[in-house]
């Protein structure tokens, strides 16, 4: 495709907003690490990583692209497309990782705050894993070329490579998190109606009802009625406790989903931006690729560099809120 400046603008327009945005992510953990060491901290931090490294990367190949109206393929180009290869693919994997991780804490299945430092670690180096393999393919392969945007990437011709080393994880990516999700508000929504049935229940107990546990939850049994008045007034405070229990722990539940809930963000823009870039890349492969319509495939992909700027966006959001709860 010939140079064309309005999107190779608007492309690096978004590439230099991801990349000052995302240093500020960046300068926020190290600024308060102390207050950030937890891991739902260490998977955004993993994000916010791969998201600066991409947008540093495209802004300046999208810079030299401007500034020669043009791109050439060599060891800069090679150079630029494992960049881009590694960071984005690390991204996709960064936000699959939040996915399940929320997953297995609204399932009870973990417990984010007794998750020791190394295991964070563990989890946060091993999104890296599968973008460093493919990268380093593509790159040996030497298939980095210039592909019309401000970057380099997989030739257009090699569409096998670029299915099952970008776009087959990439899908597998989109439809397990939209899968993780709606799980998620399914259960969210039965937990909530069977705490509002629950409740009714509660307060129809009898005054002198006691407290008992079972299966976790906590169920009440009437004293019989040969008590002395004095139990009654005892019992009658074993209720009372029993019902700020229940409360307490309904709150507490409530201010978990809410956590929880906070990082959907990230994975639903992330899902909206690339879902045009990815628009491209297929039609392209399919053959839209006449010289009506390439204008516009290339310009979809201008949303993908937008993607660091609306991650650091949903942290700025995010703590802002918590700071206002």
């Given at each position: 495709?010939?140079?064309d ?10 590439s ?18 102390k207050?950030q060491?937890?891991?739902?901290h260490g ?10 490294i991409?947008?540093?990367?495209n802004t300046i ?9 043009a ?5 800069a180009c ?9 960071s ?7 936000i699959?990782a939040?996915?399940?991780s929320?997953l297995?804490?609204?399932?009870q299945?973990t417990q984010?705050?007794k ?8 989890v946060c180096?091993?999104?890296?894993i ?7 393919i593509a790159?040996a ?9 401000n ?14 080393l970008t776009?087959?994880w ?9 899968l993780?999700?709606?799980y998620?508000?399914?259960y969210?929504?039965r ?11 509660n ?11 079972s299966n ?9 009625s040969t ?7 005892n019992s ?8 700020d229990e229940?409360?307490q722990?309904?709150?507490?539940m409530?201010r978990e989903?809410?956590?929880m809930?906070?990082?959907?963000g990230?994975?639903?823009l ?5 879902i045009?870039?990815i628009?491209?890349r ?5 053959g839209?690729?006449a010289?009506?319509n390439s ?6 992909q201008?949303s993908t560099?937008?993607?660091?700027l609306?991650?650091a ?9 918590r700071?206002?709860r």
């Open positions: 495709m010939a140079y400046e309005a999107i190779a603008a608007a492309t690096l327009a978004g230099v907003l991801s990349f000052m945005a995302t240093a500020c992510v960046l300068g926020c953990f190290v600024v308060f690490n207050n060491r937890s891991f739902r998977l955004i931090f993993n994000l916010a990583l791969s998201d600066f991409n947008s540093v990367n190949s999208g810079a030299i692209y401007i500034r020669d109206r791109s050439y393929p060599g060891a090679r150079f630029n497309g494992w960049i881009g290869q590694v984005v693919q690390a991204t996709d994997f960064s699959l939040i996915g399940v929320t297995l804490v609204v399932a299945k984010p705050g998750i020791s430092g190394w295991r964070i670690v563990f180096v091993s999104v890296w599968i973008p460093l393999i493919t990268g380093t790159t392969l030497g298939v980095m070329v210039p592909v019309g945007n970057w380099c990437w997989i030739a257009a011709d090699r569409t096998d490579l670029r299915y099952a776009h087959g990439r899908l597998a990516v989109f439809f397990i998190t939209v993780i999700y709606a998620i508000y399914w969210f929504k937990h909530m109606k069977s705490m509002l049935i629950d409740e009714p229940e307060e129809a107990d009898e005054v002198g009802a006691q407290p008992s546990m976790g939850r906590t169920k009440r049994t009437c004293p019989r008590q002395p008045n004095t139990s009654k007034s009658t405070s074993y209720a009372s406790f029993a019902n229940i409360r722990r309904s709150q507490r409530e989903v809410r956590r809930l906070l990082l959907n990230y994975p639903m992330y899902v909206i931006l690339w045009p870039g628009t491209s297929f039609l392209q492969s399919s839209h690729n010289a009506a204008r516009v495939l290339m310009g979809l201008a560099q937008f993607v660091g609306a991650n966006i949903t942290y700025g959001w995010n703590k802002q809120w700071r206002g």
